[in-house]
């Protein structure tokens, strides 16, 4: 396989063929296929008369262009799945893929700590389909293993790097336990920026993004990516046809030209964020770090090759005015939402992602209302120090 530094520049690069000769005068930047419709003289006329192969077909915008579907073959080569689907932002390519592989009336096992948003899915969306759910800790399988056996589930999802404790889920295991019963397993591997880990390849069935994170990384598109085997893309595929929830061209054109630097905005972001977790872990105003890198064992459990971006830290007063008076004082960590960016963002889950829980669960989650959550950027790592340190200081 080659890798992702040339593989998200040089897409059509065959790692182990004859390249063959270089194509004359090709652009290095692709235009953007804005058109929404195409004449029906061509095979997508087939395709929308017998229902399939419409997918990559060029027909109608909703169903794709050629500028959308380069940028979902790459995010698929760059999570090693056979195919993407790209959508209008993460939550979209979350609720497709659920409502896609649970049926109404269906069984969902889900980690107890994600994305606050998956948590509204489930408590409106879901259990308006007459969809049961039960919730087990990532880190545990054993866990699962009983809840597989009890609810027979039709999908087990979990998040590889869970938003916003960050503890790492054991996927392999995980999806041992799911492919001995017969049950895909689904894992939003956001944190994990299609770099530190690719759970297709440790036996998950799909995998989805928030694109809007570390895959565009620079704060100017919302979208999401569900990648899988053709027979789930298709289904998720026949899913947004009816939902409308597809992404803009422009938005996939953003989307893949923030892809080609991922790998150089991931390398230096996780290095200054696990200096900046080792320096938190040392200072005597805070009282708790949690950022994979600081557990080296559950690394090598799940296993990550690298520790992502975001850690969370807790005060050692643990009292959220001291976190809101701390967030007044930085300059250059911006209180603002999302992560995975080049620049670097705080915030407090309890007050952003995940303000829709009720506030007695988020807490017996692990998720105190002082936690302070930082995406790190690629800002200089002494600056950032700097400016924590002046904040801690107080
Ligand atoms: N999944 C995770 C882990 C997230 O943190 C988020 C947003 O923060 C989402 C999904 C939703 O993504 P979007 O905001 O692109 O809809």
Known sequence: MTSPSTLLLHPDYPAHADPGPAIPGRAI?????????NTLDGPGADALVAGHGLRDADVYGRFGTATTREAAKLIARLEHGEAAL???????????????????????????????????????????RGIQTARFDACEPAQLEQLLRELEPDLV???????PLLQVARVRELAQLCQTAGVPLGVDATFAGGMAQHPLELGASVV???????????????????????ATIDRCFATLCHTGCCIDPQAAWLLARG????????????????????RLADHPAVARVHHPSLARDAMCAAPLRSAGAVLAFELASRDEDA????????????????????????????????????????????????????????E???????????ALAH
């Open 29 to 37: 930047v692709p235009a953007i296929a804005r058109s929404t419709i």
């Open 86 to 128: 790209l959508t209008s932002s993460g939550m979209a390519a979350i609720t497709t893929t659920l409502t896609s592989l649970i049926p109404p009336g269906g069984r969902f096992v889900c980690a107890d700590v994600v994305y606050g948003g998956t948590d509204s899915v489930i408590a409106t969306g879901l259990a308006a």
């Open 157 to 163: 999802w979990c998040e590889s790097i869970a938003n």
């Open 208 to 230: 989805v993004h928030s694109a809007t994170k570390y895959l565009n990384g620079h704060s100017d598109v919302i979208a999401g990516a569900i990648v899988s085997d053709e």
């Open 259 to 278: 892809l080609r630097t991922l790998p150089l905005r991931w390398d230096r972001q996780v290095q200054t964020a696990n200096l900046l977790a080792a």
């Open 323 to 378: 976190a809101q008076r701390m967030l007044a004082r930085l300059r250059l960590c911006t209180h603002a939402t999302s992560l995975g960016g080049i620049e670097t963002l705080i915030c407090l889950p309890s007050r952003t992602s995940h303000a829709s829980l009720d506030p007695q669960l988020r807490r017996s989650r692990g998720i105190a209302d002082a936690l302070l959550r930082l995406s790190v950027g690629i």
């Open 380 to 390: 200089d790592p002494e600056d950032l120090w700097a400016d924590l340190a002046r």
